[in-house]
């Protein structure tokens, strides 16, 4: 340790070489001779799998869950919940194109011709095209550090002008002084000559039992010009023998990285006028020539194009249509038939998997265009849309803007969710049911039950409508509208966003939207604004109900009373009065102002009366005691019915007055309480929605939701 480490807080050095891992650091870097790396091929020949089975093994390798959606088998593939950055680019409710994508990956790992294809991310802006070609380029950097991950490369050991110059006074041998990387990254099996490669991989292939899939090792490709340059130089001053040269390979285990530009490549199309082919393939290295005599000497070549350095890995093509047409045909050869075309060079082999993303205007563009249909035929477009359930979409903001990323302003609840209803609801097309509106539609979609519409049906409304989700309110218009309402005056004098407060950032915004020039989209996202506020005002109405009714032992005492006088009713018994001590007939008036609650109709109150009773009885053969809460109609009814009584005595729609009585205050502060406790307001906020609540039965909206 020199003198300034030792002058350095040793709980700071400490506190850092606790987070370094040198056994990582030193398998990372393993270099070994091309004999050490055959014994790893022999005993563990996924090292030579190619990009796409690679990608795929590293999809699989975080794990899956099974479930169902819209009555179908789907999976959540944890790879794309970003399990290697704690979840900074997670994905939400995309399930169904994710599998889709990832069935993609599969048929090309097994050889079954889509490795040809480009995979063409097709969607709305802000679908998160982006986040899975990042999250593709990061796993893969996180699979190659793991053992299940690990591939190889070489670099050639020569003199330090990278040429084959023999040892003064040996017999006949080269000098190995510096090593020199095979620029593209290659995998040292591709040094073996092509006549022994099938067998040495037909050999490796009889142990090798791939975990994820059922392709086979395959032997592709021929060295890139720097290392056949090299190899022909070394096999024509060794004489041919093959041993002798491959002493001068020196391999060394490689970890993807796009900021090292290893197997992870990024373009993005610049103008049109100053595209320039040799950002794709490398370029003339002019300083060289002088020292090698040819611009034709793949030592004068730079072969760090995007494709080049992509090479074993991935390489993203960012607006892949706004390419210049020449760009594209090097992109043919490159998925057709896995080779580029360096300047001045013959085809060289690439293995990667080449992924672009591009919106819907330049596929238009793209499908009208006939000079290009050998592309349209060599690409495998998956349609990535917007969420359409209202759950995921929520999680996309929570993510943004929950508890631990906003401090100092408390967010009350619903307000993410109000903006992701109305997000979801813009992009739902309108249900051609009979009966059903979008706002049930949306809910049918989120997994909550309607009467009279089962999973069949919702089945049926995602088959009417497969291009749901490719239209509408990005996620991006909503998080920056989010970020207004907070950063607003009186968010911040408040402490507090409400719903509100988002829902008119949100509508003001739709004024100026830079997408959406149409009025008449622009007037039905306002209707579905109004809609969105009435849903709300159910929903708070319900809370303030639940709060108010909150009172266990009176909802004990309403079920009871109810209970006792079915019972006799069913029966055809008399009931007890408490006070009086006499029979009397059952209170019907009491069991019709429940049961009315939860639209049980006059014609009906026979049957649900003896449902009732025939549960309790069923509940009592198996031994379990009948509560309040046990039957959830039930006690909805009595929520309901409780709150009936007690708004009255609460005397709710003083609140908008000046002037409430002490009493009124102390019943209003339980009530105020349990909203805190129980739905996650704060004092501020408990207090605007109860406000609220009280000014829409003060205009005599006396709905109970």
């Keep these: 340790m020199d003198s300034h480490s030792e002058n350095f807080p040793s709980d700071l050095v400490s506190l850092i070489e606790s987070r370094l891992d040198r056994q990582s650091f030193r398998d990372h870097h393993w270099t070994g001779s091309f004999w050490d790396y055959l014994e790893i091929c022999q005993k563990n020949p996924s090292v030579l799998r190619n990009a796409y089975q690679r990608l795929y093994d590293a999809v699989l390798s975080q794990g899956s869950e099974p479930y169902r959606l819209f009555k179908r088998d789907a999976a959540r593939y944890h790879f794309f919940s970003d399990p290697f950055d704690n979840g900074a680019d997670g994905i939400f409710g995309l399930d169904l194109a994710l599998m889709q994508l990832v069935d993609v990956l599969r048929s090309a790992a097994e050889g079954y011709g889509t490795d040809k294809r480009i995979i063409l991310l097709h969607g709305p802006v802000g679908s998160s095209k982006s986040t899975i070609a990042r999250l593709f ?12 991950g690990a591939l190889y490369s070489f670099s050639w050991l020569l003199d330090e002008r990278c040429e084959v110059t023999p040892i003064e006074g040996s017999t006949g041998e080269a000098r190995r002084d510096c090593a020199f990387p095979s620029p593209m990254h290659e995998d040292p099996i591709v040094l073996v000559p092509r006549a022994a490669r099938d067998d040495l991989i037909a050999r490796f292939n009889e142990s090798y039992t791939p975990e994820h899939h059922g392709g086979r090792l395959r032997a592709y490709g021929e060295p890139d010009p720097f290392s056949r340059k ?34 992870i490549g990024t373009f993005q199309p610049k103008d049109e006028k100053n595209q320039d082919s040799t950002e794709l393939t490398g370029d003339i290295n002019y300083r060289k020539i002088a020292q090698y005599g040819s611009d034709s000497d793949p030592r004068a070549f730079n072969f760090d194009g995007e494709l080049n350095i992509a090479n074993r890995g991935i390489c993203e093509f960012i607006e892949v249509l706004k ?17 580029i075309k360096p300047k001045k060079f013959a085809q060289t082999y690439i293995d990667e998997v080449i992924l672009g993303h591009t919106n819907e205007p330049e596929y238009k563009r793209l499908q009208s265009n006939e000079m290009m249909e050998a592309f349209r035929d060599r690409t495998i477009k998956i349609d990535i849309p917007y969420n359409i359930r209202l759950d995921d979409e929520i999680k996309i903001y929570r993510k943004d803007f929950g508890p631990e990323r906003i401090r100092g302003i408390h967010i009350a609840p619903h307000t993410l969710e109000v903006a992701a209803m109305w997000a979801v609801l813009t992009r739902l097309d309108e249900p051609k049911k009979a009966g059903l509106t979008l706002m049930q539609k949306l809910k049918l979609y989120n997994g909550k039950s309607i009467s009279g519409f089962t999973e069949e049906s919702v089945k049926e ?8 989700g490719m239209n509408g309110i990005s996620p991006r218009f909503i998080q920056d ?39 008449e989209t622009k007037k039905r996202y306002r209707e ?40 006799a009713y069913t029966q055809k018994e008399k009931v007890v009065n408490k006070y009086t001590g006499k029979d009397e007939e059952p209170d019907d008036r009491l069991m019709r102002a429940i049961e009315e609650k939860i639209d049980i109709p006059d014609s009906r109150k026979d049957d649900f009366r003896q ?26 009814a009595l929520e309901l019915k409780l709150f009936e009584d007690s708004r009255d005595t609460i005397k709710l729609k003083n609140l908008v007055s000046s002037v409430v009585d002490d009493e009124t205050q102390q019943k209003i502060d339980v009530v105020k309480q349990r909203l805190i406790k129980n739905f996650g307001y704060n004092d501020a906020s408990a207090t605007d929605v109860l406000n609220y609540v009280a000014s829409i039965f003060a205009r005599g909206d006396s709905k109970s939701g």
């Design 137 to 148: 380029k990061k796993g893969l950097e996180h699979y190659s550090r793991t053992p299940e």
């Design 230 to 263: 090299i190899y022909e130089d070394l096999m024509a001053f060794y004489n041919g023998d093959w041993k002798q040269v491959m002493n001068h390979v020196q391999v060394r285990r490689i970890v993807l990285s796009e900021k090292d530009r290893v197997g």
């Design 323 to 339: 390419l210049d047409v020449a760009f594209l045909y090097d992109l043919l050869g490159a998925t057709q038939e896995h080779t």
């Design 461 to 468: 409304l995602k088959e009417e409508a497969p291009r749901e």
């Design 481 to 519: 509208k989010v970020s207004n309402a907070l950063v607003g005056r009186q968010a911040i004098e408040d402490k507090t966003l409400n719903p509100f407060m988002v829902l008119n950032e949100l509508e003001a915004g739709l004024g100026h939207h830079s997408l959406i020039n149409d009025e």
């Design 528 to 567: 579905l604004l109004s809609v969105v506020k009435d849903e709300y005002e159910d929903v708070i109405k319900g809370e303030v109900q639940r709060a108010i009714s909150a009172d266990e032992d009176a909802i004990k005492r309403l079920c009871a009373n109810y209970i006792e006088n079915v019972r």
């Design 611 to 636: 449902e009732i009773m025939n549960y309790i009885g069923a509940l009592s053969l198996d031994n379990k005691k009948f509560d309040y809460n046990t039957n959830a109609r039930l006690y909805k």
